[in-house]
T-cell receptor
Framework: GAGVSQSPSNKVTEKGKDVELRCDPI?????LYWYRQSLGQGLEFLIY????????KSGLPSDRFSAERTGGSVSTLTIQRTQQEDSAVYLC??????????????FGPGTRLTVL | DQQVKQNSPSLSVQEGRISILNCDYT??????FLWYKKYPAEGPTFLIS?????DKNEDGRFTVFLNKSAKHLSLHIVPSQPGDSAVYFC???????????FGTGTRLKVLA
């Protein structure tokens, strides 16, 4: 079956512009995560959606970052007024259960964002 | 403050030999641990996990060992194959969480 897909695969933008990154999770997966991997760093948790519950936004680095998940499926991560330090690979993952043993997260290929 | 650390950024191993990747954590509340493998231009893929009620979990050529007192886990790959060349991330969390903390990864290169 189809895995997690993300678009675009690469995005180059100028400092100050807004960008939107899209994630299509695996069908039926109720949990969706966004992570960021900066050069030489591990995966940094950004935000988590589970069903109709309020998202956990505790990992968003600033108020320039926001995300939504429409209809419990597709998610969009928006970065406003991009800065050079936002350059990173943005990874989306989904899982069929919310947590605990067996909470295997399936990752998309990521969007490489470069802010000039 | 990194709660999950992979202190070796890279490792090279000869084909057929054992690869040992290490991971240390600081939070004693963590009781569930995972390893992911990542190839270039792809997302991480789940490899193997272990909960704190066990000290070893084996899946084919991959074995994860957990030393709770030392807050240390390791991934053993035996025998190593060139296709195992990838970046390996460990992740940790408490079993009720949805939020895992990932290490910075170790790049494994298996030499033919």
């Amino acid at each position: 079956g189809a895995g997690v897909s993300q678009s675009p695969s690469n995005k180059v933008t100028e400092k100050g512009k807004d960008v939107e990154l899209r994630c299509d999770p695996i069908s039926g997966h109720t949990a969706l995560y966004w992570y960021r991997q900066s050069l030489g760093q591990g995966l940094e948790f950004l935000i988590y959606f589970q069903g109709n519950s309020a998202p956990d936004k505790s990992g968003l680095p600033s108020d320039r970052f926001s995300a939504e998940r429409t209809g419990g499926s597709v998610s969009t991560l928006t970065i406003q007024r991009t800065q050079q330090e936002d350059s990173a690979v943005y990874l989306c993952a989904s899982s069929s259960i919310a947590g605990g043993v067996g909470n295997e997260q399936f990752f998309g290929p990521g969007t490489r964002l470069t802010v000039l | 403050d990194q709660q999950v650390k992979q202190n070796s950024p890279s490792l090279s191993v000869q084909e057929g030999r054992i690869s040992i990747l290490n991971c240390d954590y600081t939070n004693s509340m963590f009781d569930y641990f995972l390893w992911y493998k990542k190839y270039p231009a792809e997302g991480p893929t789940f490899l193997i996990s272990i909960s704190s009620i066990k000290d070893k979990n084996e899946d084919g050529r991959f074995t994860v060992f957990l030393n709770k007192s030392a807050k240390h886990l390791s991934l053993h790959i035996v025998p190593s194959q060139p296709g195992d060349s990838a970046v390996y991330f460990c992740a940790a969390g408490d079993s009720g969480t949805y939020k895992y903390i990932f290490g910075t990864g170790t790049r494994l290169k298996v030499l033919a």
